[in-house]
């Protein structure tokens, strides 16, 4: 069964309910590949996990940001869907452990990405071998740190990309209240209680928050995929709508049918077809810089 048939929602109570009904859902993720190595990382000062495995090309990096709403989830509880993008992009990946709201709210999440990104580059990876990837949230703050790294004057990476992303915190997308009944991870009252923890007092319109509202000019080259089903799936438009405006090369495919994080069914035709495109992707943008697919 798919993913997005397998979560029933229920009422938002306190916190560790919130951070429960995200655990259900990494559950449903399923085991990685036995032909993956992880190992504990560390870039600089921010901690994270390694995905590896033969098939990766040397030097070809994805720098990932798990997703479960800023408040759950980590590099070991999302190592399927890692794994499967590695795979099939051919590159080794660093999960990042960022800060998680309540203990560390906005923007300590992006703060850590970019510092991740500044020690990969220090470590003698080019930056166009580096693609900046995420999921849910995790897709959004993607966004966020490419947002970072362009505003800090840094080298950008090869190319960004997202999976089923939170990118609007203002939570305005119509897809909310049209697919509230089709969508079974998440919903709206979740997704509200998730950017109160994690925003405080701050705007929710602010870009490093919600890069929905952000100029993406100077981008590198994006895809982003989520499913016609999910209520993020707005989002995801909204983001190409950004890129567009700014002429920034982009491909935005949402999916018939499908729901949140579809990749992971594995008897799904449009999973294959999804994590091939992402892979593809992935190869080719980092090729410029001469990394060779094994």
Same mark, same amino acid.
């Given at each position: 069964m798919a993913l997005w048939t397998q979560t029933r929602k229920a009422p938002v109570g306190d916190l560790e309910t919130l951070k429960a009904r995200f655990e259900s859902v990494f559950a449903r993720l399923g085991e990685p590949s036995a032909a993956l190595e992880f190992q504990p990382g560390q870039l600089g000062p921010i901690h994270g996990e390694w995905t590896r495995h033969a098939r990766a090309a040397p030097g070809r990096t994805l720098l990932y940001f798990h997703g479960g709403g800023f408040l759950a989830? @980590?590099?070991q509880s999302h190592r399927a869907l890692i794994g499967k993008l590695a795979e099939a992009g051919e590159a080794s990946a660093f999960a990042v452990r960022y800060r998680l709201a309540p203990d560390c709210v906005f923007p300590a999440p992006v703060r850590d990405g970019i510092d991740a990104y500044r020690a990969l580059l220090a470590s003698g990876v080019a930056a166009q071998s580096i693609v900046l990837a995420g999921d849910g949230s995790g897709g959004g703050l993607a966004f966020a740190v490419a947002l970072a790294i362009r505003n800090a004057g840094l080298a950008m990476p090869a190319? !960004? $990309?997202?999976l089923s992303p939170w990118a609007?915190?203002?939570?305005s997308g119509w897809s909310l209240l049209t697919n509230q009944d089709a969508d079974a991870s998440l919903d709206w009252e979740t997704l509200f209680q998730c950017a109160r923890h994690y925003l405080k007092k701050n705007n929710p319109a602010d870009a490093y928050a919600s890069p929905a509202f952000a100029n993406l000019k100077d981008f590198p080259p994006i895809m982003v995929h989520a499913g016609a089903?999910?209520?993020l799936r707005d989002d995801a438009s909204k983001l190409g709508d950004r890129a567009a405006e700014a002429q920034t090369p982009v491909s935005v495919e949402i999916y018939d049918r499908m729901g949140h994080l579809f990749q992971m069914d594995a008897g799904s035709n449009?999973?294959? $077809?999804? !994590? @091939?495109? !992402?892979?593809?992707f992935i190869r080719s943008k980092t090729a410029r810089a001469g990394v060779v697919s094994a």
């Open positions: 989830g @980590s590099p190319g !960004l $990309v997202a609007d915190l203002t939570l089903t999910e209520i449009e999973a294959a $077809v999804s !994590l @091939s495109r !992402l892979g593809q």
